[in-house]
């Protein structure tokens, strides 16, 4: 069967919580989000050379990037256990 990442915390807990426990789960909430040396680089690249950018926009666009990877695989999982497949692929994705 196809597992979902972890939901993500209802009230929008701030992934700078020190490792903070989610009580529906076992998973640290700052291992929910992508790595921020990863949304940095991105981020940079859609910069000119000069750019800078603020420590709080990097935090950010790091959760809603992280909620959004999780609402797809959620919405993937989903179909996948309808149509009774064990798989999440591309064509799943592309159908969302």
Sequence with gaps: MVEAP????????????GG????????????RYLPIVNITR????ALP???KIA?????????HVSKFINFITSEANDKCQKEKRKTIN???????
């Design 6 to 17: 972890a939901p993500m915390s209802p009230d929008g807990g701030s992934h700078e919580s």
């Design 42 to 45: 991105l981020m940079k690249k």
């Design 55 to 63: 420590k709080d926009a990097k935090e950010t666009v790091q959760e």
């Design 20 to 31: 903070e426990q989610s009580p529906r789960s076992n998973v640290q909430e700052q291992d």
């Design 90 to 96: 591309g064509t799943i994705c592309s159908g969302l």
């Design 49 to 51: 050379a000069n750019g």
